[in-house]
C-alpha cells in the first residue's frame, strides 16, 4: 500500500477496509463460538465489536520514526536542547500524531522539528549520518511572500509522507530522515540521506521529492561535511534538481 501523500479522505478510505474486515471477523466468532448473548443479534452490540477490531487494526509503516523537536536554550549545550517528544509505526500514529502538535510555521525563531528514523540520531556525528548529506529547500520569508506560512507547512507535511510512504524505491534505505529550521529570514526543510557519494541515489530522491512536492525552484544537495566547514551562508552543493 502507497502511502504517500495520504490525506484524510485516505485514512476514511482505509478505516472502510478496517470495517468491512471487522464485521466478518465478528460474525465469525460470534458464530465459533455460539453465543447465546442476547445481544448478539443487536446492531449496537455488534458496531462496539467492530469499533473494538478497529481499535486493534493499523496499517504498520515499513520504518519506526522518532519525532524530536529542538529549542534553542543559551544556558544549555546543543544536545541538550533537543527533545525526543514520541515514535510512531502506523499511519494512523502518524496522523495522531501530527494533528496534535504545531504546525511547524508556528514554532518560535531558532526551533526546529526532526523526524528520524528510530534508532539515527538528527546530528551530524551518528554514525548513519556522518557520512551523508542533503537535500535542502530554502523558502525566503518577507512582504514578496505573504503565503510562506502555509508553503512551509504543506511542504513540510509532503516531505513527510513521502519519507513515511518510502516513495524513493530502493533508495528509501539511504533516507534517514528530515529537519525543518524556522528562522528569522528563512525557513529550511532538508531531506538526510546516509551516503553523500551515492550520486545515482541521490538524484533520484532530489527527483522524486521535486516531482512528489511540485516545487517551481531548484533545490541543492550538500555533503554535511561541506555544511560544516562553510564560511558564509551557503555551503558547496554537489547536486541540483
Known amino acids: 500500500m502507497s502511502i504517500c501523500f495520504l490525506s484524510s479522505y485516505s485514512i476514511m ?3 472502510s477496509e478496517i470495517t468491512e474486515q471487522g464485521d466478518t ?11 447465546t448473548d442476547d445481544n448478539a443479534g443487536d446492531p449496537a452490540s455488534l458496531n462496539a465489536d467492530i469499533k473494538a477490531v478497529q481499535l486493534t487494526q493499523k496499517h504498520p509503516l515499513q520504518n519506526e520514526w522518532v519525532l524530536w523537536y529542538f529549542k534553542p536554550d543559551k544556558q544549555k549545550k546543543w544536545d541538550e536542547c533537543l527533545l525526543k517528544v514520541s515514535q510512531f509505526q502506523a499511519v494512523e500514529d502518524f496522523w495522531a500524531l501530527y494533528n496534535h502538535i ?15 528514523k528510530n534508532g539515527i540520531q538528527p546530528m551530524w556525528e551518528d554514525d548513519r549520518n556522518k557520512k551523508g548529506g542533503r537535500w535542502l529547500f530554502v523558502l525566503a520569508k518577507g512582504k514578496g511572500n505573504p503565503n510562506q506560512s502555509k508553503a512551509v507547512d504543506e511542504l513540510w507535511l509532503e516531505v513527510l509522507l513521502c519519507l513515511i510512504g518510502e516513495a524513493f524505491g530502493e533508495d528509501s534505505d539511504q533516507i534517514c530522515g528530515a529537519v525543518v529550521n524556522v528562522r528569522n529570514k528563512m525557513d529550511k526543510i532538508a531531506v538526510w540521506t546516509s551516503d553523500s557519494k551515492n550520486s545515482a541515489s541521490i538524484l533520484n530522491i532530489g527527483r522524486t521529492l521535486k516531482q512528489r512536492t511540485g516545487i517551481n525552484f531548484q533545490i541543492n544537495y550538500e555533503a554535511h561535511a561541506d555544511t560544516q566547514v562553510k564560511t558564509g551562508s551557503v555551503a558547496k552543493h554537489s547536486h541540483t534538481v
Not at 465478528?26 to 465459533?32: L, Q
Not at 504545531?102 to 528520524?116: H, K, M, R, T, W
Open 13 to 15: 478510505a482505509a478505516g
Open 25 to 35: 471477523n465478528a460474525v465469525v466468532n460470534m458464530e465459533k463460538d455460539g453465543s
Open 102 to 116: 504545531e504546525l511547524a510555521s508556528n514554532l518560535g525563531v531558532g526551533c526546529d522539528y526532526n523526524i528520524f
